[in-house]
């Protein structure tokens, strides 16, 4: 018999034993001719050393995936049983987990243009995810801002949006800046809730971990060490858009979200989100990634609603343009029959002469 100890520092037992050590008795059905006890803060297996290395490859696979999702589950602990090590690694990069939920689901990219939407945020500093309304864009992004801090590859996320009205006036919203702007923000908090726990989630907001504000706010600074998020960024005009790029600083990430269909702005007021995204399409380190109805993951109803409206905005659409070419060649015709009787004027005069 062979005995290994493995030592559990700096992680939480619980979330890595499972309740009642139930990833641990998992491993041990496996192996009914190893022992493994989970003693304070270390694991000791005894067994055979074929059946030990195994169980130790397992083990280091578990810490790797605690210390990346900050969980581990009994599916996962099966899914790193029963297959070996090259096989996952292929599996994880495929349908990778962004985080686990406070309730242990795990939380990912679900349609193709949200994994693009995960790829370009790996590989780009400023990204802008535009679609309409349940593509999970927010989402997927608060995602990745979550994980980036649990990760220490950033040391706050910074999170905000445009102060506009969704075509109702509120009227005067009593309170300080913060309960001014929350009931703005009512999704992103929602989504932070989905991967924080509460405790922690307050403790992050009282110490400016996650710092919540309106963008008018972001005006003067440069955010380093950062995952800054901008919501509905089709409510901002392009010089505000331009301040709040100009704002990205060291070590840290951008991800701008917005919807051109839901623009909120006063009527003489122009959105600058189609602009901005036009003249920094080329420029390296900037992505832009566009969601459709298809990766629409609320009820299966929003997805038909959304893609009736597209269907309205592009009759609509071709309506005004058949109403433009339309005074384009009745002011034509108008200059030609102008032209015509001056021509056919100065010919009378001609004749009178």
């Known amino acids: 018999m062979v005995e290994k100890i493995i030592p559990l520092k700096d992680i939480s037992l619980v979330d890595f034993l499972g309740v009642e050590n139930r990833n641990i008795k998992e491993i041990?059905?496996?192996?009914?001719?190893?022992?493994?006890?989970?003693?304070?803060?270390?694991?000791?297996?005894?067994?055979?050393?074929?059946?030990?290395?195994?169980?130790?490859?397992?083990?280091?696979?578990?810490?790797?995936?605690?210390?990346?999702?900050?969980?581990?589950?009994?599916?996962?602990?099966?899914?790193?049983?029963?297959q070996d090590a090259d096989m996952i690694s292929q599996a994880r990069q495929k349908d990778e987990n962004l985080v686990y939920g406070v309730q242990g689901t795990p939380i990912k990219a679900k349609t193709p243009n949200q994994r693009e939407l995960v790829t370009a945020a790996t590989n780009n500093d400023v990204v802008f995810a535009l679609g309409p309304a349940g593509t999970g864009k927010t989402y997927i992004a608060v995602a990745l801002a979550v994980r980036a801090l649990k990760n220490k590859q950033v040391k706050k996320i910074i999170i905000t949006r445009p102060a506009v009205e969704a075509g109702e006036s509120l009227g005067f919203l009593p309170g300080d800046m913060k309960e001014?702007?929350?009931?703005?923000?009512?999704?992103?908090?929602?989504?932070?809730?989905?991967?924080?726990?509460?405790?922690?989630?307050?403790?992050?907001?009282?110490?400016?971990?996650?710092?919540?504000?309106?963008?008018?706010?972001?005006?003067?600074?440069?955010?380093?060490?950062?995952?800054?998020?901008?919501?509905?960024?089709?409510?901002t005009t392009t010089m505000?858009?331009?301040?709040?790029?100009?704002?990205?600083?060291?070590?840290?990430?951008?991800?701008?979200?917005?919807?051109?269909?839901?623009?909120?702005?006063?009527?003489?007021?122009?959105?600058?989100?189609?602009?901005?995204?036009?003249?920094?399409?080329?420029?390296?380190?900037?992505?832009?990634?566009?969601?459709?109805?298809?990766?629409?993951?609320?009820?299966?109803?929003?997805?038909?609603?959304?893609?009736?409206?597209?269907?309205?905005?592009?009759?609509?659409?071709?309506?005004?343009?058949?109403?433009r070419e339309a005074i384009i060649k009745e002011s034509r015709e108008s200059r030609a029959k102008k032209r015509d009787g001056r021509e056919n004027a100065f010919d009378k005069d001609k004749e009178k002469e």
Do not use: C
Not at 195 to 224: C, H, W
Not at 292 to 313: C, P, W
């Open 28 to 82: 041990s059905l496996s192996f009914p001719n190893s022992k493994i006890v989970a003693r304070g803060n270390e694991l000791r297996i005894q067994g055979n050393r074929p059946e030990l290395l195994h169980i130790n490859e397992i083990i280091n696979l578990l810490l790797e995936h605690y210390n990346r999702y900050g969980l581990v589950s009994v599916e996962d602990v099966r899914s790193y049983i029963e």
């Open 180 to 235: 001014k702007i929350d009931p703005y923000l009512r999704p992103i908090y929602d989504a932070l809730a989905d991967m924080i726990a509460p405790e922690k989630l307050k403790f992050y907001q009282d110490t400016n971990v996650i710092e919540i504000a309106p963008i008018a706010y972001m005006r003067g600074r440069t955010l380093s060490n950062a995952f800054v998020l901008l919501d509905e960024a089709q409510n």
């Open 240 to 323: 505000q858009l331009k301040m709040f790029l100009t704002r990205l600083g060291l070590d840290s990430k951008m991800i701008i979200t917005g919807d051109m269909s839901q623009v909120d702005l006063p009527r003489n007021v122009s959105s600058g989100l189609a602009q901005t995204v036009k003249i920094l399409r080329d420029i390296e380190g900037i992505s832009i990634v566009e969601l459709s109805g298809k990766d629409v993951v609320r009820h299966k109803l929003v997805r038909h609603i959304i893609s009736a409206y597209e269907s309205l905005e592009d009759q609509l659409a071709e309506k005004a343009e058949q109403r």
